[in-house]
């Protein structure tokens, strides 16, 4: 595993958005840990996510013009990504995000920042994919836009569960739009860096708690 995954992972921990218990998704089903990018807060997170982000989409090698952030929160990933980017990578990549609601005076439409054209790779920055509706959205809203490519789909976690057959939720997006995509880290990748091992003097995933991941994903994964 790249020594950014590893970091990645305890990142979260440390930041409150990798947590272990018992919860509930979106969908209904009990899961034994769960991923709140909502509880990054500070510049200095904002920061280290973006270099994380950076090294994902640097390591994947995809030929990508611009990045594009969904509301909402992609906007911070997209911008933290970009600056990212050219901090370390000198790669001075345009970004831009879109209104939840298209503005009707002053410039007007839908997307904030860099104005993609027509031939241009695009690639979209978000948090965790649940069933996709942000990056379908994304779709259509280019598609209103101008005649690009959406190259490349870059999240912060892959939680490898079913979507609404027998294919992850990235799987179906992935066939279905012909795009790319890059997690920076699996639920995988976090059982593996995380079971049995101390961080900060504590063992986040203890057998039990691998346990109850490994049965989750018997029941929703897709390996």
């Known amino acids: 595993m790249q020594a950014y995954k590893s970091d990645f992972i305890a990142f979260m921990v440390r930041s409150g958005v990798l947590t272990f218990g018992d919860f509930t998704t979106k969908s209904g089903r009990r899961t034994p840990y769960f991923v709140n990018t909502g509880n990054y807060r500070t510049g200095s997170q904002i920061s280290a ?4 982000y950076a090294a994902c989409i640097q ?18 990933l997209s911008v933290a990504a970009a600056s990212s980017l050219y901090r370390l990578y000198g790669r001075d990549l345009p970004y831009c995000f879109n209104r939840k609601e298209a503005k009707d005076h002053g410039e007007g439409g839908s997307l904030v ?3 993609p054209v027509a031939g241009e790779r695009i690639a979209i920055i978000e948090d965790v994919v649940t069933a996709g509706t942000a990056v379908r959205e994304t779709v259509a809203l280019f598609e209103q836009v101008a005649d690009v490519t959406l190259a490349a789909l870059f ?5 490898m ?6 294919r992850s939720t990235l799987q179906e997006l992935r066939d279905a ?7 920076i880290v699996t639920v995988e990748e976090i059982i ?26 018997a029941q929703y994964g897709v390996r």
Do not use: W
């Not at 999240?155 to 939680?159: L, T």
């Not at 569960?161 to 027998?166: A, I, M, N, Q, W």
């Not at 593996?192 to 994903?217: F, S």
């Open 59 to 76: 390591e994947s090698g995809v030929e990508i013009d611009a990045l594009f952030g969904p509301a909402y929160k992609g906007i911070p």
């Open 161 to 166: 569960e079913r979507g609404t057959g027998d």
């Open 113 to 115: 920042g860099y104005k």
């Open 177 to 183: 739009l012909g795009m790319q995509i890059y997690p």
């Open 155 to 159: 999240v912060s976690v892959d939680r």
């Open 49 to 52: 996510l973006g270099d994380y």
């Open 192 to 217: 593996q860096c995380l079971h049995n091992q101390e961080l900060d003097g504590q063992v986040v995933i203890t057998d039990e708690i691998r346990g109850k991941m490994e049965a989750y994903l």
